[in-house]
């Protein structure tokens, strides 16, 4: 059987731990053959992104999406290190707790900035960075939640931002498509992991799936990272700004 992503580099941002959909997705990426690129945040995560990455014959590199500096320095470290990039995966959000505890109509304006800049600003930054390195075409895509489109309790300035995202995933496929860059989203059904955990209420949504997803269950994070290994390979040649759902089919219902 020949593998969908075979001598493809891809980079993937937003491995934190083993159970992070990032480390999920490069799993698969690396299943399939392409060369990986992990980025790590800070010090803290570097030794356990580094031990992660062995495992995947993996480079890795730090990069704090909020600064331009790194991700300037990320796309030097690139050039050098692969020279031509074919994929993206952003895997990264962040929102404050009292910001997704609180209800939205409280949301304070550094709450608000900060989960977009670190949510659906770095999007584009990291596009504006990749583009250039992706010389045959490539794929870029992110990770989005039902949240942006559906008022969903506790997620509050979270769905604001990836209503944002979602746009930028639009507007990016419009400007990129040209250079035979594609981007696009996966939308993924709530799945236990570090991030999910730190938030109020989420233990309920797990119970919720089994009863009323169209597949009465939930998602995991390896059938999340075949959908991303669909979008990086040339399977999606044809697909540009959507967002697809992996979801167990639990965004088409109504009630
Ligand atoms: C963040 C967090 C982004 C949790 C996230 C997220 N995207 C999806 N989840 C999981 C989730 C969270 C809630 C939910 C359903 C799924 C936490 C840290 C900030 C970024 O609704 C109950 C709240």
Redesign the pocket.
């Known amino acids: 059987m020949s593998r969908l992503l075979e001598g493809k580099n891809a980079l993937v941002l937003g491995v934190a731990n083993k159970w992070s959909l990032a480390y999920a997705i490069a799993e698969a990426f690396h299943r399939e053959g392409a060369r990986l690129f992990l980025t790590y945040q800070g010090e803290r995560q570097k030794a356990t992104v580094e031990e992660l990455a062995a495992a995947l014959q993996a480079r890795i590199f730090g990069c704090d999406v909020t600064s331009d500096e790194d991700i300037a320095r990320l796309g030097a470290e690139l050039n050098a290190a692969a020279g031509c990039l074919d994929a993206v995966v952003h895997s990264i ?3 404050n707790r009292e910001d ?1 505890a609180r209800p939205f109509v409280e949301t304070s304006r550094a709450g608000f900035l900060l989960a977009h800049d670190v ?1 659906a600003y770095s999007l584009v930054a990291l596009a504006r960075m990749a583009a250039p390195l992706m010389r045959s075409g490539g794929s870029i895509t992110t990770l989005t ?1 039902l ?1 942006s489109i559906r008022v ?4 509050n300035v ?1 769905g604001v931002a ?1 209503a944002s995202l979602e746009a930028a995933v639009r507007y990016l496929a419009a400007d990129l498509g040209p250079r035979g860059i594609r981007v696009n989203a996966i939308s993924a059904g ?1 799945i236990k ?1 570090a ?2 955990r ?2 109020p ?2 233990s ?2 797990l119970e919720v799936m089994p009863q009323r997803a169209p597949l009465r269950r939930n998602v995991d994070p390896a059938e999340v990272a075949d959908v991303a290994v669909f979008l990086a390979s040339e399977l999606s040649r044809g697909v540009t700004g959507n967002v697809v759902f992996a979801d167990a089919g639990f965004h088409i219902l109504g009630l």
Do not use: D, E, Q, W
Not at 152 to 155: G, I, K, T
């Open positions: 959000a962040f929102a997704l949510s939640y949240g969903v309790s506790n997620y979270m990836k709530p992991t991030s999910a730190a938030v209420g989420f309920t949504m």
